[in-house]
């Protein structure tokens, strides 16, 4: 989101009345070169996001979109699960 700060929707979800209504969903990919794919496909599609690239390894952990209104990207996002990972305690 720093990288997209002057964009509109930007500023609305993280204006101050809006802080306990930030949607984030965790979606889950088979594979790194999945992860690549979908992230040029995004690009294609005209969706702006960060490719998270793992230092010093150097390989891509995850990817986050700027918001958008949920018709404009959750198409892009159907294929895609939820993810089920156990989470650390």
Request: proline share 6%.
């Amino acid at each position: 989101m720093f990288t997209h700060l002057d964009d509109p929707l930007t500023q609305q979800y993280i204006a101050q009345e809006n802080i306990d209504h930030m949607h984030k969903v965790v979606l889950e990919v088979k594979s790194e070169q999945q992860l690549v794919n979908f992230s040029k496909k995004l690009e294609q599609e005209g969706i702006l996001h960060k490719l998270w690239i793992e230092q010093p390894e150097n390989y891509p952990t995850c990817l986050a979109t700027k918001p958008y209104r949920r018709s404009q990207a959750a198409p892009l996002f159907k294929k895609l699960q939820l993810c089920k990972a156990a989470l650390a305690k």
